[in-house]
């Protein structure tokens, strides 16, 4: 079992920065997969990243691609995504998900957390 707490969200102009953090508990965090993904009203959600167990591996959405950030470091139990040069587009509720070491390619995670909000304003 894992369970998924994110936070860092929050208000920030275009062109701004944020770094969102996952803390994660679980008596085998370090051999998880994990992700992010985000959801704004009325839309479905979307992935935005995901890094293997390991670290060594990082995957990215292509609206994120040069912008985020994603890594991990399991000593601390926690996930982050370092989000820079913001858009409006990005507003959205942003969660993180863990899950087996294959998550990062089946997408089948198992935990998520309860999200965090961004807003980009214009």
């Known amino acids: 079992q894992v369970q998924l707490v994110e936070s860092g969200g929050g208000l920030v102009q275009a062109g701004g920065s944020l770094r969102l953090s996952c803390a994660a508990s679980?008596?085998?965090?370090?051999?998880?997969?994990m992700g992010w993904f985000r959801q704004a009203p009325g839309k479905e959600r979307e992935f935005v990243a995901a890094?293997?167990?390991?670290?060594?591996?990082?995957y990215y959405a292509d609206f994120v691609k040069g912008r985020f950030t994603i890594s991990r470091d399991n000593a601390k139990n926690t996930m982050y995504l370092q989000m820079n040069s913001l858009k409006p587009e990005d507003t959205a509720v942003y969660y993180c998900?863990?899950?087996?070491?294959?998550?990062?390619?089946?997408?089948?995670?198992?935990?998520w957390g309860q999200g965090t909000q961004v807003t980009v304003s214009s």
């Open positions: 998900a863990a899950g087996a070491p294959s998550v990062v390619v089946t997408g089948e995670y198992d935990y």
């Open positions: 890094i293997s167990w390991r670290g060594g591996s990082t």
């Open positions: 679980g008596r085998t965090f370090s051999r998880y997969g």
